[in-house]
Each structure stands twice: as C-alpha cells, then as structure tokens.
C-alpha cells in the first residue's frame, strides 16, 4: 500500500470518534414491546355475556346490578352505555304506558369466531335471550318472546388484558329489541 501511515492515522481516528457514541458504562437497555393478552373463546365469551346481561336488564322495571366489571370495557364503551341508558328508558315508558312490560329475561351467548390482529380482536357471537313480560291486562305470562341476533363486539388490549370496546348488531333496523340502542337510529 501507498499510504499505511495515513490509513492507520484515519482508523485511530475514526475509532476514536465513534467510541463516543456508545452508550457510558454499562450495557445498552432495549424495552420490549407491550405484550398482547392471551385470548381465548371462554374469557371473550364471559365478558360478552356478561354486557349483553347488562343491557338486557335495562329493559326490567328493577335493573340488576351490573356484571361487567369496569375493567373489563373500554371508556368509550362505557360512554356509549351511559347515552344508552335515557333512550331505552323513553322506549320501556312507551311499552309500559301500553300495558306491558318485561318481568324477566334468560340469555346465552355463544362464540362463532374469533379474529385477533395486533392488540385488536373481532368476536362474531350470537345472542339467543328470552324474555318474559307481563300485561295490564293479563298479568305475568308463562310463554316467553324471544329473540335469536347475530352481532359482533371488538376488543382492545390493555395492560391488564382484553377490554370490550363495543358491541353491534349484524342486522339494523326494525325489530331489533328494545335494549339494543344503534348509532344513528335512536328510538323516540
């Protein structure tokens, strides 16, 4: 080589200047990313039973106490449940104010699919609640109304696991019970 003197003097050089950039005594920390909950069917499907209980009851003359924890949804969803509650109040006055009312309800919910990307999870589920009304007219009746609904509810990751963010029928419109308040299509 032509120029070994000069080509050391750079890498001393060089090798000096970039030692200045390693990180001063000790080993270099890099965090990990955020872990996402473990999901399975029977965690998803406890909590989405026990938010359509909770809605179910808002229909009953005395509303249960709640079964979802506060934990286990996201504030929006909370959010949503609280704009709820007036609308479906209006609409059980009006069914009340023509002679009936619902003295009882029975739900089961069952998981159809589950589809998890990132801190996101899409649960498809059917609902299939039983209701029990009663008349003015009547009294209590023994046969049962009922209804069968497909829907979907969409989780979020936290920290402290899956939190519900919301819960939508798959089918709009008429006929939807009186419970389910959509975005848009507010009963009067």
């Known amino acids: 080589m032509k120029y070994p003197r ?15 950039c390693q990180a001063a005594g000790g ?12 999901s399975s069917s029977s965690g998803f499907e406890a909590i989405i039973q026990a938010a359509v209980e909770d809605r179910n009851g808002t229909v009953l003359d005395t509303v249960p106490a709640p079964r979802l924890a ?8 909370r959010a949503k449940r ?11 006055a009006g069914f009340r104010s023509s002679g009936f009312w ?7 919910v069952t998981v159809e699919s ?3 990307t990132g801190s996101e999870a899409i649960i498809h589920f059917k609902e299939l609640t039983e209701e029990h009304l009663a008349s003015t007219a009547n009294g209590p009746s023994n046969v049962p109304s009922g209804y069968s609904l497909p829907q979907t509810a969409t989780f979020r ?5 899956w939190q519900l963010d919301s819960i939508s029928p798959s089918v709009h419109g008429f006929g939807l ?7 848009g299509r507010r009963r009067p």
């Open 6 to 20: 000069t080509l050391t003097a750079v890498a001393v050089l060089l090798g000096l200047a970039l030692s200045g």
């Open 27 to 38: 080993s270099l920390t890099v965090e990990a990313p955020a872990a996402v909950p473990t």
């Open 70 to 77: 506060e934990g286990q949804a996201t504030a929006a969803y």
């Open 82 to 92: 609280v704009q709820d509650i007036p609308v479906v109040t209006r609409s059980k």
């Open 102 to 108: 619902y003295t009882s309800f029975s739900t089961t």
């Open 157 to 161: 990751a936290s920290t402290d696991g």
């Open 177 to 183: 019970p009186m419970s389910i308040v959509e975005d």
């Open 114 to 116: 589950i589809d998890v």
